[in-house]
Structures are given as C-alpha cells and as structure tokens.
C-alpha cells in the first residue's frame, strides 16, 4: 500500500469515560498509532470530538450540558484540554500539532473554505499534524455544522484524502441494533447507501457525544460520492487504524464512487 492522505475522526465515546473525564490509556494509544501511521509516511489530519464533553468533565457537570451557553463555555473549556493533551501526547513522538476550528460559514463561505485548505496544505507540507473541531464556543446549533462525522467528511472531500476512518464505540454498521438484537451482524463492505441501508440507523449515541449512525451513513454519502472511501471502526483498540490505512477487513468499509 502506498501512501495515503488519512483523515481521522475520533468521537468523544473514544476519547473520554462516560465520567467525561479522558481515558489516557486510550489517547495515548491513539496518538501513538496516528505518529507511527504519520512515520509510514502516510499524511494525517485528526478531526477531535470531545470539547464539549471534556470541558463538561472539567467543569464537574454531570452529564453533557443542553444549554447553548454552557455548551459553548464547557467547549472552551475542553477545547484545551484536548489539545494540550494531544500537543503533550504526540511531542513524545517528535510530531507538532496544529488546531483548526472551524465554523458553517467557514465551510459555507468560498474564500473562507478556501483559505482554510490553503492553510491546510501548507500544514501538510510542513509536516504538521492538522486537529480539527468545530469552534463550538461560536457556532451556534442552529448555524453550525452540528457534527464532527459531517464536519470529517467535508474535510476529507475538499482535501481529496483517499480515506476517512470513523472510530466509534460501535464495531460497525450492524444489520440491526446489536445492543437490542444479539443476532445483528455487522456489514463489512457497503457499495450504495440504499434506504435498506439507511433504515439500519437508529438514532442513539452516547451521552457525551453528538453523533450517531444516522450521522455516520451522512457522512458516508457525502464520502462516497465523492470517490473517498470512508470506514466505521471501533475506537477501542486505535491499532485497528492501521487495517483500515492498508484497506484490509476492519470494521465497516463505504467503498468511495470510483471513475
Ligand atoms: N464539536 C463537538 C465537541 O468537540 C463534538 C461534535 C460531535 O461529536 O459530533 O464536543
């Protein structure tokens, strides 16, 4: 396999416990898989859930707040925990890290968006590891892009990654909900978002993120359509990044529109 342009999104369910608070073992496996992907000479950009529920952690809320204020100052709040986090994290690996925050009139707006991938780009060539959220301390609900699997893709189309790996708390899309029905099996290869396939998403995520299926099989279709192969994975061990990168079985894979 040569390589690649990766782009990685890591929901929030990955990052922390259900306490909000982070699951180290677990960053720091992650951010050692993404160095070590990144010294394959693969080129990497992370897109990072997890401000809200980090800052919710921080601040001892006890669950993931529902009002905007809170949201947006629990967001400031998290936002840099994670990257300091992250900048501590993969600095034992010699790799610098740069943050991006971005908002719907950003991705809405042409000379904004691209600005954003000139900036981009030259992050790329300077060998710097590119962490992307929403700048939810701004964006509002009703103005923002909402999620970070819709914000992944939009990242992965416009800058032409030749994969987007989604690592979740779920092994993949399942032929029914696993947690209600033990007999649901999981779909390793999906070609066409059919409504079949789009009746399959029920709408529950965890408590601390925003996401879902519903939002993964979105981001799938934008994907696709756009020739970028994109992959449902489970976060819980981050290693599975490294099947996914080589385009071996590794959870569920949308293949991208190809010619
Ligand atoms: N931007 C949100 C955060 O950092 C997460 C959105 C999502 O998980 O889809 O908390």
Redesign the pocket.
Known sequence: MGKRRIVVKV??STLAHPTGLLNLRRVEALCRVLSDLKNAGHELILVS?????MGAGKLSLTQRPEDTPTKQAA?AV?QCELMYTYDKAFSQYNHTVAQVLLTAADVNHPHRFANFRNTMHRLLDLKALPII??N?TVATEELGIG???TLAAIVAVSMEAELLVLLSDIDGLYTADPHTHPEATLIDEITNITPDILALAGGAGSHL???GMTTKLHAAQICMEAGCDMVIANGADPAILYDAADGKPAGSRFCGKRG
């Open positions: 929901g929030t859930s997890g401000a809200i529920g967001a998290g959220n929403e939810d999620d970070n699997d993120g925003t996401g």
